[in-house]
């Protein structure tokens, strides 16, 4: 039997992580940095995740521009929470991050928005890890773009996904 795409509770996470007090309350718990760095989602559904970053003092560099940690940040979250999403409700799955590669293509001096429109990916995988008991590894792509559409980087997140396994006690 396949399993869902979405669970009830995961359907429930994604409208809690759009509020932006619960968004706030997890990223200060589990996320600091991004916390500090002022991100937000922006949106989040079946399809795609966006978040969004600011320019401010809290994410700028010297060079008056949006430091490069804080854009890889707001990335690996824009792809992150897909993943975290469709794992929610289903058998025990752990979920790491393997591989970050950013390519800049302008100065971000903006406030800027990361979007991964591969979230049915997240979801496909995490469920061939479930129905496999094998390890998936895949690549989410996110996208930076200012407030007017202009490209500021790209990046690939690879993530590994796996069942975890239900440990013995004899």
């Known amino acids: ?30 996320l600091p940095g991004a916390w500090f760095f002022g991100c937000r989602v922006k949106q989040i559904n079946e399809e795609q995740c966006v978040v969004q970053l600011p320019y401010s003092w809290f994410s700028k560099n010297p060079f008056r521009s949006i430091y490069f940690a804080a854009q890889c940040a707001a990335a690996e979250l824009s792809t992150g929470l897909p993943t975290a999403v469709a794992i ?9 991050l393997v591989k970050i590669e950013t390519t800049f293509h302008k100065k971000a001096n903006q406030t800027a928005f990361f979007t991964c429109a591969e979230n049915q990916k997240a979801q496909e995988m995490v469920n061939k890890a479930i129905e496999t008991d094998e390890p998936q590894t895949f690549t989410l792509k996110s996208i930076g773009k200012d407030a007017q559409g202009n490209l500021l980087s790209e990046t690939l997140v690879a ?4 069942k975890r396994s239900l440990k013995s006690t004899s």
């Open 159 to 162: 993530w590994s996904v796996k």
């Open 88 to 96: 929610t409700g289903k058998a025990s799955t752990s979920m790491l």
């Open 1 to 30: 039997m396949a399993l869902p795409r979405l669970t009830s509770q995961a359907k429930k996470q994604m409208k809690d992580l759009q509020s932006r007090l619960k968004f706030s309350l997890y990223l200060l718990g589990n």
